[in-house]
């Protein structure tokens, strides 16, 4: 089941020791950093800078990889995240950027960030001001976007250099393809935290019928995968990244894990999303299996992927129309051949079926 960060379910399995952030990085993007909003008579943002670009089919080619950012009251960590784009090894990008009509000046340092850097192709819109999984699918499929690399971006965490190399090698220009790598959690003035990580099991689309275990900040599309998603349409579900994954994996996509870890994902108390572990995250937990929230996400998900059958395996269509319309839960659970990858959700989907709460 997924959590508050749109589905990051990580199980402690290997002990890994904190991770000091770099002398350099911390000096240059110290927590909760902000730029002064542009002086009056700056130039504003424009609409777009530069061309549209080239509608690359992979990871790499003459054309830039579209970093997609969502935002919303984002003003107090923003200017650090936006900081860190310019500290990519992979210099090619260019900013696209959906506001969810922040009032707490994340618009203006948006404006003032594109301002500095009119050589870059930077775009930035109003949201649909619907929550964060509508933010991020109004600008994965604006008509507006080039087809091409994506890489999505959280407001309020904090790059690591290689985050567009990482996400982009190995993606295959041809076929569609995703890729995820691993965070180091921080708390809110960016020093890394001790935790336990795993490695994460293989993803398969009958993992992402009942479980998301791709963290969304880390996801990095090819333009095939980009088509792939748009067929589905701006889908009404709960978490956009659990979305990509199911949609994906039933069209057959390509999904890599990287080992890399590619960003500082910050940890605060104003944040609607956090990572999915610990007592609070335990309660949350069961208090969506309790209340009936889980039946629901998955029900969102499923009706949203049946609705727009363009390019699912026959399979794995078939498999979420059993899922979704069987009376007979744990026949449904069965035949779908859905699972969760931890040994306790693997225990608990039955319990949920015959409780009709799956």
Same mark, same amino acid.
């Given at each position: 089941?997924?959590?508050?960060?749109?589905?990051?379910?990580?199980?402690?399995?290997?002990?890994?020791?904190?991770?000091?952030?770099?002398?350099?990085?911390? =000096?240059? #993007?110290?927590?909760?950093? !902000?730029?002064?909003?542009?002086?009056?008579?700056?130039?504003?943002?424009?609409?777009?800078?530069? +061309?549209?670009? %080239?509608?690359?089919?992979?990871?790499?080619?003459? +054309?830039? !990889?579209?970093?997609?950012?969502?935002?919303?009251?984002?003003?107090? @960590?923003?200017?650090?995240?936006?900081?860190?784009?310019?500290?990519?090894?992979?210099?090619?990008?260019?900013?696209?950027?959906?506001?969810?009509?922040?009032?707490?000046?994340?618009?203006? *340092? &948006?404006?003032?960030?594109?301002?500095?850097?009119?050589?870059?192709?930077?775009?930035?819109?109003?949201?649909?001001?619907?929550?964060?999984?509508?933010? @991020?699918?109004? #600008?994965?499929?604006?008509?507006?976007?080039?087809?091409?690399? /994506?890489? $999505?971006?959280?407001?309020?965490?904090?790059?690591?250099?290689?985050?567009?190399?990482?996400?982009?090698?190995?993606?295959?220009?041809?076929?569609?393809?995703?890729?995820?790598?691993?965070?180091?959690?921080?708390?809110? =003035? #960016?020093?890394?935290?001790?935790?336990?990580?795993?490695?994460?099991?293989?993803?398969?689309?009958?993992?992402?019928?009942?479980?998301?275990?791709?963290? +969304?900040?880390? #996801?990095?599309?090819?333009?095939?995968?980009? /088509?792939? $998603?748009?067929?589905?349409?701006?889908?009404?579900?709960?978490?956009?990244?659990?979305? *990509?994954?199911?949609?994906?994996?039933? /069209?057959?996509?390509?999904?890599?894990?990287?080992?890399?870890?590619?960003?500082?994902?910050?940890?605060?108390?104003?944040?609607?999303?956090?990572?999915?572990?610990?007592?609070?995250?335990?309660?949350?937990?069961?208090?969506?299996?309790?209340? +009936?929230?889980?039946?629901?996400?998955?029900?969102?998900?499923?009706?949203? &992927?049946?609705?727009?059958?363009?390019? $699912?395996?026959?399979?794995?269509?078939?498999? =979420?129309?059993?899922?979704?319309?069987?009376?007979?839960?744990? %026949?449904?659970?069965?035949?779908?051949?859905?699972?969760?990858?931890?040994?306790?959700?693997?225990?608990? $989907?039955?319990?949920?079926? &015959?409780?009709?709460?799956?």
């Amino acid at each position: 089941m997924p959590g508050p960060q749109g589905g990051k379910d990580r199980d402690p399995e290997a002990t890994a020791p904190a991770e000091r952030l770099p002398d350099t990085l911390s =000096a240059r #993007l110290g927590p909760g950093a !902000v730029r002064p909003p542009p002086a009056p008579g700056a130039v504003p943002a424009a609409a777009a800078r530069g +061309g549209p670009g %080239r509608g690359m089919g992979g990871g790499t080619g003459d +054309g830039p !990889v579209r970093i997609l950012l969502a935002t919303w009251n984002g003003a107090r @960590f923003l200017q650090a995240q936006l900081d860190s784009y310019l500290e990519q090894d992979h210099d090619n990008w260019a900013l696209w950027v959906s506001d969810d009509h922040s009032t707490d000046g994340t618009w203006e *340092i &948006l404006q003032a960030f594109a301002a500095r850097h009119p050589e870059r192709e930077i775009v930035l819109k109003r949201g649909p001001g619907r929550g964060s999984a509508a933010n @991020f699918l109004s #600008l994965l499929c604006d008509p507006e976007l080039p087809v091409g690399p /994506v890489a $999505l971006s959280d407001q309020d965490d904090v790059w690591r250099p290689n985050r567009l190399t990482v996400g982009l090698s190995m993606l295959d220009r041809a076929h569609p393809a995703v890729s995820a790598a691993h965070t180091v959690e921080t708390d809110a =003035a #960016l020093t890394p935290t001790r935790r336990r990580a795993r490695r994460l099991p293989p993803p398969s689309f009958h993992n992402a019928l009942v479980q998301n275990i791709l963290a +969304g900040n880390t #996801l990095t599309l090819n333009g095939p995968a980009l /088509v792939a $998603l748009r067929h589905g349409g701006p889908a009404h579900v709960p978490f956009h990244d659990w979305w *990509i994954y199911l949609r994906l994996t039933a /069209v057959g996509a390509q999904v890599r894990v990287h080992e890399d870890r590619v960003l500082y994902y910050r940890q605060h108390g104003s944040q609607t999303l956090g990572a999915h572990r610990g007592l609070i995250a335990g309660a949350q937990r069961m208090g969506a299996l309790a209340g +009936g929230r889980y039946r629901a996400w998955v029900k969102q998900n499923l009706t949203a &992927l049946v609705a727009r059958p363009e390019g $699912l395996l026959p399979p794995h269509r078939i498999a =979420a129309e059993r899922l979704l319309h069987d009376p007979s839960r744990l %026949r449904a659970l069965r035949e779908s051949g859905a699972r969760r990858s931890d040994m306790a959700g693997r225990l608990i $989907l039955p319990a949920l079926a &015959l409780t009709r709460r799956m």
